[in-house]
Structures are given as C-alpha cells and as structure tokens.
C-alpha cells in the first residue's frame, strides 16, 4: 500500500474547492447505475475505533469525504499513522491503513471538533486504552443543540471521573473503566457507540438497554468483534459487552451507506427513470422503499443491489415521521421533503430527532415550494412546478435536497457552499450527470 505524505492522508486534496458551487438544469429523467460508496457515519467511527488496538487496523470501502479527511486530522494528533490506497473510477473505494502503536496525545482541540461532531467518538476508545483523555465539547450546531450529556452520564456509570473545564471534557480512568448496566436515555447513537467501544476494553460485563439499533451501530460492532471484542445483541435495544485485555488488528470492509443510497432513491423518484444503485442493502431502507412503494415508485432488489424505476406519473403526497431505527431516518427528512414538494396532494412531515432540521424549507420556498412549519410539524402542499433559484444550506443532508429538487427545477439552481455536500457525498455531481442528469460543479 503506497505511504501518503499529505496530512490528511489525501482526503481533503481529493475533495475540490469548498466554494464550489453546484449548477443543476431540471427537466432530464435518469437512467443508469449509481455506485454507493461506504458509509459515512460507520467510516468515522470504525476510524475512531481503530485506537483501540496497538496493531495495524486496515479499512477498505473508504469513502472519499471531508469529513474523513477531519477525522484523518485529529486521529494523527494522537500518534495515528495512516496509508491509503486510493480507488481511481467512479465506485473504487479507498483502502485506509490505520497504526497507533502507542497513543502519544489524548487532546482534541476545539478546532477540529467544532467542524464535525463525530470527533467525539474518540473518547470512548482514549479512556479504554489510554486512560484519560481531553476532548472539546462539541457545542451546537445547525440542526440543534445535541448536547453529549449521555455520553458523559455513561462513561462515570462505568467508574470515570469526567470534569468540564474551558469548553473541554477532561476524562480519566485510571483505575480502568468497570462493566456496569446502563440505560441509553434516548436510544443516541453516538452515546451508545461511544459506551460500547469503550466497553470491549473494560473490566467485566457492561449491559447498553435503549441502545441505538441503527445498521451503522451494527457495523461498528461487527468491526469490534473482528478485532476480538466480545458482543452480543447487535441490532438489537439491549447490548452486551464482556470486557476482554486486548483487541488485536483486523481488516474490515465499511458497509454501503445507507443515507446516499436513499438520496439516489427518491431523485430517482423525483426525477423519473430507472436507475440502479449497485452494492446497496434493501434492509436498511426499508422504510424508505415502503414510502416510495406506496406513492407510486418501484423498488426491487437485484443481484446488484435495488433498482428504483418510475414512469411519468406523479408521486402522491404521503405523511412521514422520522425516527430511531427502523423508522424512517432523520438523515432522509429533507430529501423526501423535496419529493412532496412536488407531489399530488398534502405530505405532514414531522422530525422527532432533531429539534432544529427545516433549515432546508425557506430554500426549498425558494424555489417555489408550498410548506408550512409549525413546531416539529412541516406541511408540504404539492406543487405542480419548482423554479431554479440560487440556495444555500447550512448542513449536509439539506444542501443535497436542494439539489435533488434542482433536478425538477424549471432551469438552472445554483446551489452555494458546496462544502457542505463534500462532507457527506462522494462524487455527487459525477454520480448524478452518470445517470443523465444536467449537473456541474462550478469552480469558485
Ligand atoms: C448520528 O448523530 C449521525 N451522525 C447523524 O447523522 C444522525 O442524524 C443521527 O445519528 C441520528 O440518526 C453520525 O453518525 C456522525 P444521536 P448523533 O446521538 O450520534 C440527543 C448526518 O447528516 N442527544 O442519536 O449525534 C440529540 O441532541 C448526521 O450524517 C442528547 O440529548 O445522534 C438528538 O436530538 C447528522 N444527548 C438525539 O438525542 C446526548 O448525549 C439523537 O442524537 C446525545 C444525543
């Protein structure tokens, strides 16, 4: 595997410029194949993960993101040396290999978790084989508050002693952390993540109830148990850890993301076409594809992955609630808001996870959409037409939903802050103008 010599392992090099922005001509149906690339949110963790062990850890199914480059970022702080082999075509993954022979820092500046929460994830595997560890809270962001008060609640039920000082976490254990039955107050999954990567290493047996059942907290506990953790109940509300001495190295393939695979899904649906989205699983979906069943879309599994096919008809509106797993995911919400958005008929759509995700409808208004927010609670009344605008979003899975109703646009949308969509999209523009669609990536 060739040594990379950039900071970041490369990641950041590989995404363009943050002020790109994204021109998307509406009208074309789509019709092809869509390669889904590894999942983000089991990518940054099983990287977190990898501290756990002393041995070289090695991670294939890599997605190129921003993201993945901040991660790169504060894990070399801590003594991480990284190599990665990089997938050249469209749907060649990277392969990353991760060794942290000896932690030789446990800080994570402010700096670099201010830009990406999931930095957080580093404590649990700090205190299980380091023993202390000095992490910035990660504070609020765009989509609301997300305090790390479970977390914390946690990891002191497993005998830490946690401070708070000048905006930081200052955890240590070092009399080891201790086994212990915990209740996850509301089924978090950074929380239950967290806990259980630090529980592989404690001492005896610790019990997760309420514990996240998302398919990415699975994934992390697949990667656990390859590196000798001993758990049970994966996917499950009730989680069993039996601490073991060590973990040792391991390779590991990052399962499909879920998330993307749902954004191709419904601009399949909006637009209209027929596409398949190779390597996707329809288990993790399955609330999605109910929706989209019901409102006039195909979905069937093929040896590949799924395919998603519609004709010319227009979708009905259709009411969704987002929830914890198996419900229909909060990461989905504003992308099938740009569906209704669209649709015959009334869509009630209501976020039960984040207190602050309708960042995307003023944009959406933009363009011409009929909703109203009231509380948790988004009416979406069908529009027959969307017009082009230009629209800028403040998170991931927002920015991407002003491109997917970009693609039913009478002309051009111009979508700004295109960092936001490289923190979670590979390749968006290529994936999207390889199945037809009128999309470029404008230098700034
Ligand atoms: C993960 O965030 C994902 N991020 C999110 O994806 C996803 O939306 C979310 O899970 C829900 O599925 C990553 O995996 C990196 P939570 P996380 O802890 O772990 C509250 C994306 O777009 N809470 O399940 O932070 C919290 O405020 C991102 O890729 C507490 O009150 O989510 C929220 O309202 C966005 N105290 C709810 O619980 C805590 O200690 C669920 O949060 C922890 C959470």
Excluded: W
Aim: neutral net charge; aromatic residues 4%; contains cysteine.
């Amino acid at each position: 595997m060739r040594a990379t010599r950039e900071r970041d392992g490369g990641f950041k090099a590989a995404c363009k410029g943050p002020m790109d922005k994204i021109r998307v001509r509406g009208g074309n149906r789509l019709k092809g194949e869509i390669p889904i690339s590894g999942a983000k949110n089991s990518a940054l963790k099983l990287m977190a993960a990898s501290l756990l062990t002393a041995e070289p850890v090695v991670l294939k199914n890599m997605p190129r993101l921003a993201d993945i480059g901040g991660m790169s970022d504060l894990l070399m702080q801590f003594g991480v040396s990284m190599n990665i082999r990089r997938g050249q075509a469209l749907g060649q993954s990277d392969t990353m290999r991760l060794h942290v022979p000896k932690i030789e820092s446990a800080l994570a500046p402010y700096d670099i978790v201010r830009k990406m929460r999931a930095s957080f994830q580093v404590l649990g595997p700090l205190l299980a084989r380091h023993g202390e560890a000095k992490i910035s809270l990660p504070g609020g962001c765009a989509i609301g508050a997300r305090p790390v008060d479970f977390h914390i609640q946690g990891f002191e039920a497993m005998g830490a002693k946690i401070d708070l000082e000048d905006g930081y976490v200052i955890a240590s254990s070092k009399g080891g952390l201790k086994g212990t039955t915990f209740t996850v107050p509301r089924a978090s999954v950074g929380a239950t993540e967290n806990l259980m990567t630090a529980a592989t290493l404690a001492e005896g047996r610790t019990v997760l109830k309420n514990a996240a059942r998302e398919p990415e907290t699975e994934d992390l506990g697949r990667f656990l148990i390859a590196m000798g953790a001993k758990i049970v109940g994966l996917g499950t509300s009730e989680i069993t850890i039996d601490g073991v001495d060590s973990l040792h190295g391991c390779e590991y393939s990052v399962m499909p993301d879920r998330i993307e695979t749902g954004t191709y899904a419904i601009a399949t649906a909006l637009a209209g076409g027929e596409v398949e989205l190779v390597g996707a699983r329809a288990e993790s979906n399955a609330a999605l594809y109910n929706l989209l069943r019901n409102i006039g879309t195909e979905v069937t599994e093929t040896n590949r992955g799924i395919a998603i096919h519609r004709n010319g008809v227009r979708p009905t509106s259709i009411d969704v609630t987002t929830d914890v797993f198996p419900a229909f995911p909060t990461d989905l919400q504003a992308q099938f808001m740009a569906l209704m958005a669209v649709s015959n008929g009334i869509s009630h759509i209501r976020e039960t996870v984040f207190e602050n995700r309708f960042m995307h409808v003023p944009e959406l208004a933009r363009m011409g959409a009929n909703i109203r927010v009231e509380g948790d609670m988004a009416t979406v009344t069908g529009v027959d037409k969307l017009k082009g605008a230009q629209v800028m979003a403040t998170d991931l899975r927002a920015s991407v939903s002003l491109v997917l109703a970009g693609l039913v646009a009478e002309g051009d949308t111009m979508v700004n802050r295109v960092y936001h969509l490289d923190r979670g999209f590979e390749r968006l523009e290529e994936k999207l103008s390889g199945v037809g669609a009128d999309i470029e990536r404008l230098s700034a």
